[in-house]
Each structure stands twice: as C-alpha cells, then as structure tokens.
C-alpha cells in the first residue's frame, strides 16, 4: 500500500501564492506517476497538474498553466505544487494522488490508484 499525506494548504489572498507538499510512504517503489487534483463545492473533482517519476514530463490543467508548478524530490518522497497569482476560482480541496504505471491520460482520476486525505485552499478576493 501507498499512503499520501497532504499540506501547506490554506487561507491567502488573490495575487498570492502557496505551496503544496505531499509525502508519500509505504510501497513508493510502485509509484511512476504523481498528480494534483482539485474539488470545489458542488463540482466534479478536476485535473490540475502531474508529473512522472523522473520528473522529466510535467503535465497541467489550461486553468493552471504559467501559474502553477509541480515538482518532486524522490529522496524526499515528496511532491510539491507551488501555486502563483491565485485567484479565487482555485479555492478547493486539492488532492495527491499516485499512480503505479505510466498513464495513458495524466489527467484522468481513474488513471490513479492512491488519493491523500486532501487539503484545503482557500483564496479570497
């Protein structure tokens, strides 16, 4: 099994910036692919940003692109995203997942296996 811790979510301004952090433990030796997605109220759980075990491909959602980056440190066992000039249509709950071989569609929820708890952000105008 895989676990996935997320944090650093939270409440800031529009125009600011958080970022991310998710650990994962267990049998990370399984794990090829690494995502972010992301709930609102009242909306479908929607893509944000993957990476793959190298960290040689990164993969992000239109909404997110040029303000958002994903990262990882696999001596860390974690991923991160680093969120830029957030506006208040990001605020969710954003979500790790991990996915034990190479996705056919990165951005597809039922690509991954392993989800985190989640985290909340919050950004107010």
């Known amino acids: 099994q895989v676990q996935l811790v997320e944090s650093g979510g939270g409440l800031v301004q529009a125009g600011g910036s958080l970022r991310l952090s998710c650990v994962h433990s267990g049998r990370t030796f399984v794990i090829y692919a690494m995502g972010w997605f992301r709930q609102a109220p009242g909306k479908e759980r929607e893509f944000v940003a993957a990476i793959n075990w190298g960290g040689s491909s990164t993969y992000y959602a239109n909404s997110v692109k040029g303000r958002f980056t994903i990262s990882r440190d696999n001596a860390k066992n974690t991923v991160y995203l680093q969120m830029n000039s957030l506006k208040s249509e990001d605020t969710a709950v954003y979500y790790c997942?991990?996915?034990?071989?190479?996705?056919?569609?990165?951005?597809?929820?039922?690509?991954?296996?392993?989800w985190g708890q989640g985290t909340q952000v919050t950004v107010s105008s």
């Open positions: 997942a991990a996915e034990r071989n190479r996705p056919l569609d990165y951005a597809r929820r039922s690509e991954y296996d392993y």
